[in-house]
């Protein structure tokens, strides 16, 4: 009976990818909201400040299409509130 043959062949590997346009982007801009201090800030000074940046944004990574651009800002709004209190939290353990 014969043995059967191993694979031979390695992969090498590649080093780490270059992240998408898309990851850059989102990067930036977390980066962005932290630098600018967004977090907290009144609810009519975060629309203004995403409207600027989301041009920006579009101006700066042409690649990404309006819905890319729409999931981004989008992300970015979650990433902009504030942490929710540990009140609330224990507020809503004991109600249930």
Known sequence: MAKPQRNTTTRR????????PFEQA????????MRCGVVGSAPEHV??????TMKYMTDRFPELDESKIGE????????????????ETTDAASAA
């Open 13 to 20: 590997y590649a080093g780490p990818t270059e992240p998408s």
């Open 47 to 52: 629309e203004e400040w995403f409207a600027e």
């Open 26 to 33: 989102r990067d930036e801009l977390f980066q962005h909201i």
């Open 72 to 87: 981004l800002k989008t992300l970015g709004m979650r990433f902009a509130q504030p942490p929710k209190s540990r009140t």
